[in-house]
Nanobody, 127 residues
Framework: QVQVVESGGGLVQAGGSLRLSCVVSGRTFSSYAVAWFRQAPGKEREFVAAVKWNGASTYYSDHVQGRFTISRDGPKGTTILQMNSLKPEDTAIYYC????????????????????WGQGTQVTVSS
């Protein structure tokens, strides 16, 4: 049984930093891309960042490019999202997900591309 568990959310002032962690268990972690999405109240779930199954490439939305960094530690089954220079508009529930297709060349940016999801972790940025 595949499990995805996020941690690290919280409340931070604008300009601050948070580090989110995602642990995937129950599947061959190193064969699947991992992504972070977020969903603010009243808005659709949106892509934030993804890392390729082998860690060779990373992808970011325009909203977070240059401020967020995604990385993965294969042996630990862990993916990290380091978030710097946070803004109030980054406030949302952040979800980690692992892709449905094994060893996909370029990770998808749509939620439909991802098969297993965590419960989410709240990130709140105050102004």
């Amino acid at each position: 049984q595949v499990q995805v568990v996020e941690s690290g959310g919280g409340l931070v002032q604008a300009g601050g930093s948070l580090r989110l962690s995602c642990v995937v268990s129950g599947r061959t972690f190193s064969s699947y891309a991992v992504a972070w999405f977020r969903q603010a109240p009243g808005k659709e779930r949106e892509f934030v960042a993804a890392v390729k199954w082998n860690g060779a490439s990373t992808y970011y939305s325009d909203h977070v490019q240059g401020r967020f960094t995604i990385s993965r530690d294969g042996p630990k089954g862990t993916t990290i999202l380091q978030m710097n220079s946070l803004k109030p508009e980054d406030t949302a529930i952040y979800y980690c997900a692992t892709e449905a297709n094994r060893q996909r060349n370029v990770p998808g940016r749509a939620p439909e591309n991802y098969e297993f999801w965590g419960q989410g972790t709240q990130v709140t940025v105050s102004s």
